[in-house]
C-alpha cells in the first residue's frame, strides 16, 4: 500500500539462519511448525543478537561520450548479494561451514572424540543458505514472516575466532550469493505477510 502505514514497518526480531545442499529452494509453505517447513536444511544454532547484516552492491561503469560532461548511460558490470552474521555454536555443520568444507570424524578406537582436519589448501563449497525471521504487524498484532534464500553460495570470508575468557567464541561469516548456470534468480524473498496483497 502506497503511504505512510506502521503496520508496514518489520523488525527481524527473533530468526534463524539454515543451511543445505547446493540448489535447494527456500521453502514457500508456511505450517505451524517452522521446522518441518524447513526440512532437509540444518538449523545452524544460535548467532550473536547483531542478526544478519544484509547486502547488495551493484557495480556501474559509465558511458561518457565527447558531447557531454555527465555519462549518457551505465552498463551493470557487477552484483555482490552477501550475508554477514556471526554463529556462536560449535558442532559438526558449524565448524566446517565456516572452515569451508570438510567433515567432522570420530577418532578410530576412540569415543567422544572427534578430529575435524582443516585442508591444505581452500576448495570450493558452495551451499544453499536460507533465513526466516518473524515480526508482529504494528496495526492488527498479526504475525509476518519472511523468508530468504540463496540457492547457491558459499563462504567468502571468516572472521578471526576469539578465544578469550570473558566472551563466547563466534564463527564470523561472510556468505556471497553465485549465479547459477540456468540463470535461475540470484536470491529470492518469500514472505507471508498481507502487505503484499495487490490492491
Known sequence: MAGTNTSEIRVAGVGRLYV????????????????????????????????????????????????????????????????KFSLLQFNEDTLPFFMGGGAVDQVTGTTGVYQYDIAERPFADVRALGLEFTDVRAGDGSAVTYRFGIPRGQVTAADDIKLARKAASQLGITFSAMSAADGSALASFVMKDSAYAQA
Open 20 to 83: 543445505a545442499g547446493p540448489d535447494t529452494k527456500v521453502p514457500t509453505t508456511f505450517s505451524a511448525d517452522a521446522a518441518a517447513d524447513w526440512t532437509g536444511w540444518k538449523n545452524l544454532g544460535f548467532t550473536t543478537g547483531d542478526g544478519v547484516t544484509f547486502s547488495k552492491k551493484d557495480k556501474l561503469e559509465p558511458i561518457d561520450v565527447w558531447q557531454a560532461v555527465s555519462p549518457v548511460h551505465f552498463v551493470y558490470s557487477d552484483r555482490d548479494l552477501t550475508l
